[in-house]
């Protein structure tokens, strides 16, 4: 695939509002450096990439972004965030596509089942964390 | 010298070693850790989305609180206390001071929350500040003090420091230099102990990801105790109850697939710390909590126990 056609009406402006509404960051400065890519360290199991992340966010191809596990697979570590040198908060946005999944879809909330042993052993802060990031309440 | 301590909800169930010896060594070092009488869950995890204020009232209400607790301790001790309150765990001070430093900066989001405080009599007029244990210890008493109060150096541990991504990220909630942290490895100095330098010190392992896909965390943290193998470290510290649970139970899982032959026990600062410091009783520290049982390595060192006699 040598190019690809964007359309950019209104439902993708809309989109790109909205997750910059939610996530207070404005993708529009990345200059697509790749270095949040590059320092994350859940990459590998992405698949979209988190710079394609921000690009797709910004030529607004909602399908993609949308349909990409990649803000699944963070893990809000915000590595990306604090080394990103045009000040993109990157995992507020990676948070944003959750969000705004989870606000319009909320079937695709998961639900895990506990073990005995997880329920006496996990720490509060993961199940706590995993239910903020991972469900909308 | 008090100072207004917030414990979080992990330090009361499954890291009371954690909190336990802290207090003991706060009191030994004159920078005593007050317990706050009220406080609730820190709102953990910090919500990144900026059109959401309900997930900031907890935070807030603990905040409000803290201020309470900072007054009454100043007039039942006739000291001055500093405008702080005091976190242990890391994720608890990454998303009180996050939300701390957003409040303050918009009071357009702390009137509402304050009318939500309005049930409690509470108000918070953001006059606090959050610190996290480690930089009472560099700030606040030094490293020196802390060398001088060491009974029995950690001779024999080497030591990987650990800091995962709370006590670094944002930036807002940074306790040290993001990319080349230096606390961690300071204090292990002054206690006697080997600093392990290594790039893995803030490698997230993989976090909340623990329920539901333990998958991912499972390989970073192979990656990272292979990395702190090889730089020839015997131990690791940290600072945050899911980083040490994430550690040793993926380091279990491992050894049970055949991808690891041993171990590294995980131990937090504050446990070492108050081993240094000669701080008795051993049912401070806990130990029973860990998943990989640390007490062989310490008593091979003869750092707990006493050695048989021939
Ligand atoms: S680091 Fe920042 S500027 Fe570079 S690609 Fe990522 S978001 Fe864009
Ligand atoms: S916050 Fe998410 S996207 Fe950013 S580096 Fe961490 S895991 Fe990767």
Redesign the pocket.
Known sequence: MPFEYIKMDKEALKFIDTIEEISGSNVY?????????SGCAFVYKMDLT??QV?SYIKTGQKEKVLSANSPWVCSSCLT?TV????E?D?AAVMEAVREYTLRNEPERLKRIELTDEMKKNLPNIALVGSYRKKSEL | MKYSYFPGCNLKTNSVGFEETAIAVSKKLNAELVEMPEWNCCGTIHTQTTDNLMKRIAPVRNLARAAEHVKNLENSSKEVIHKQVVTLCSMCNSTLKIVNAEVKEDTDKLEPINWQLEYDNLEYKGDMEVKHFLEILRDDIGYETIMESVEKPLKGMRIASYYGCMLLHPEIAKIDDQEAPTVMESIVQALGAEVIDWPFFKFCCGSYHIVGEEDLVNIQVHTLIDAAKKRNANSIIVACPLCRYNLEHEQIELIKNGKMKNSLPIFYFTQLMALALGIKPMKLYHFEEHLVNPKPFLKELGLIGRKKSK
């Open positions: 400065l990345c200059y697509d450096c790749g270095k949040c890519s988190v710079n921000i990306c080394r990103c040198p045009r993109v990157i």
